[in-house]
């Protein structure tokens, strides 16, 4: 591939891959010297970069003009990946001790904070077998919190082949906000907290499927978060509204975390059916239904700050790019899912399905609820990162889930990975935070320059191997709130040569 081609496929903003197109004299060089790095073996070469850049645009180009499957196969896979992905997520306010601390007063939101118990050793010869991370959770809001009504045209997006029904998406999230708090009575009742559902007399909810509800006064007498899920779930799939019953689990899970009140459109009535899920015996049905055996565990990831956020911006992530290629990276993804030079969020939606299933339902949300942010936002700025997240879902979202190795020889008594060096400093110092950068640093370093810290773990071998939850009680001691969960080691390797970016399917 020459740089020509690679310079043709990647719209690289900023930059150029022709020397002359450059507006900058680099110290009185001539045009046939112009570089795009000006030393020190920090910015990479050229050829480099339209490699990654290449590469990534390849990988989801690809990705976004895939075909996928029919409908059912695909809700059922979308379905099944997403349920997969929240297998070993903790459930939400699961029995905890008597004297928890809960944080907050009156008017303010009501927290807990956990904490996750990270092993990265298990070497007996180490004195730092744990990585300790704060996890904060919200247990409730002083004030509901409210969506916006918009009659205006909106984008069309399609999880599947067909346009999600804006009007029936509404009243599936309305649908879903009232089982989640249902559910969340039911959680804090079985927990020995008071808590309770209470309506205003003669409130009127929008007229569409809660209507059939309130007319079957389910509601006066309990919560009956199960009931409502299977009522809902029978006319989703009478209707064909599976994509719709996805993207407003997603909508509503999401919704803890947003400042600003989301937009819908007017609500469209969804017809009762007769119909109860149990009933029903094809693979998409029976893959939904399961939904509600997870429901306290999407529950758990929507209360944890910025695990929404992390899982979303997740998708692009690459842990064979280095930090000094991650605009290279981001450039040839951009470049990928972009229709007429503009981000396109359907064509983005297409692809993560195809490479990312389990995110599929989190983005179609995203696109719904706010299109202008996710298109700025995503892959412009840094994504999110949180770990306690990552490790729950299986989700890769930073270097430091990564066993990195290195192609050339060996010479552990001379030369550490930059990526393994910040590695062990994380592990083994309570005081380094997470990066912010989800890449791994790029280069080596000479054993001379590694702190003493780094040096006394570097035989141990540290990574993120099994984690915990444990409660924080009012005493600050820490109480098991989980199982201990082994993580399955993953290893890459950080491409240097052109040849070395052909990135594999997933």
């Not at 719709?244 to 969804?270: D, F, H, K």
């Not at 992530?317 to 605009?327: I, K, M, N, R």
């Not at 990276?329 to 389990?358: C, K, V, Y």
Request: glycine share 4%; with cysteine; net charge negative.
């Amino acid at each position: 591939m020459s740089q020509e081609d690679a310079h043709n496929s990647c719209k690289i903003q900023g930059w150029s891959s022709n020397p002359e197109d450059s507006d900058h004299d680099q110290c009185g060089e001539s045009d046939t010297e112009k570089t795009w790095f000006p030393g020190d073996g920090i910015c990479p070469p050229t050829s480099e970069f339209l490699a990654c850049c290449r590469a990534s645009y390849q990988l989801w180009a690809h990705a976004a003009s895939s075909p996928r499957p029919d409908d059912g196969l695909l809700i059922t896979r979308i379905t099944r990946a997403f349920v997969r992905m929240l297998e070993n997520v903790p459930r939400f306010l699961y029995h905890p001790p008597k004297n928890v601390e809960v944080l907050g007063t009156s008017g303010t939101r009501l927290t807990v904070q956990p904490s996750l118990r990270m092993r990265t050793t298990e070497d007996m010869d180490c004195t730092q077998h744990y990585k300790w991370l704060d996890v904060v959770q919200c247990l409730g809001v002083p004030v509901p919190k409210s969506y916006e009504m918009t009659t205006m045209q909106q984008q069309e997006i399609s999880l599947t082949s067909a346009p999600l029904k804006r009007g029936h998406l509404t009243s599936i999230v309305l649908a879903w906000s009232y089982i989640l708090s249902c559910r969340w009575v039911e959680i804090l009742q079985e927990a020995g907290w008071n808590a309770s559902i209470q309506h205003e007399k003669g409130l009127q909810i929008a007229d569409s499927f809660w209507k059939n509800l309130k007319l079957q006064k389910c509601w006066a007498r309990s919560s009956a978060s199960l009931s409502a899920f299977e009522m809902l779930l029978g006319s989703c799939i009478s209707e064909g509204l599976e994509a719709e019953l996805l993207t407003g689990l997603a909508s509503v899970l999401m919704l803890l975390s947003r400042n600003e009140r989301p937009w819908l459109s007017p609500p469209t009535s969804i017809p009762k059916t007769p119909t109860t899920p149990a009933s029903t015996c094809s693979a998409r049905s029976h893959a939904l239904y399961k939904l509600w055996g997870c429901l306290d565990k999407a529950m758990y990831l929507s209360s944890t700050r910025a695990a929404i956020e992390s899982l979303i911006r997740s998708a692009f992530f690459d842990s064979s790019v280095p930090c000094d290629l991650l605009g290279a990276s981001f450039s040839g993804i951009r470049e990928a899912l972009s229709s007429a030079d503009e981000f396109d969020p359907q064509r983005a939606l297409h692809a993560i399905t195809n490479r990312r299933p389990h995110l599929s339902p989190l983005w179609a949300a995203e696109i719904c609820m706010d299109p202008d942010t996710l298109s700025y936002e995503v892959l412009d700025c840094l994504p999110p990162i949180c770990l306690p997240a990552a490790l729950w879902t299986g989700t890769m979202q930073s270097f430091l889930q990564v066993a990195y190795r290195s192609d050339e020889p060996a010479d552990l008594e001379a030369k550490l990975l930059r990526a393994r060096e910040f590695q062990i400093a994380y592990f083994c110092q309570p005081s380094i935070p997470v990066p912010e950068t989800p890449a791994p640093p790029f280069g080596e370093t000479i054993l001379n320059n590694v702190s003493r810290e780094v040096e006394t773990h570097m035989a141990h071998e540290h990574m993120t191997r099994s984690w915990q939850m444990y409660w924080t009680t009012k005493s600050g001691a820490k109480k098991p709130a989980t199982a201990q969960y082994v993580l399955e080691l993953v290893e890459a390797r950080m491409e240097k040569d052109v040849a070395d970016y052909n990135f594999d399917e997933e």
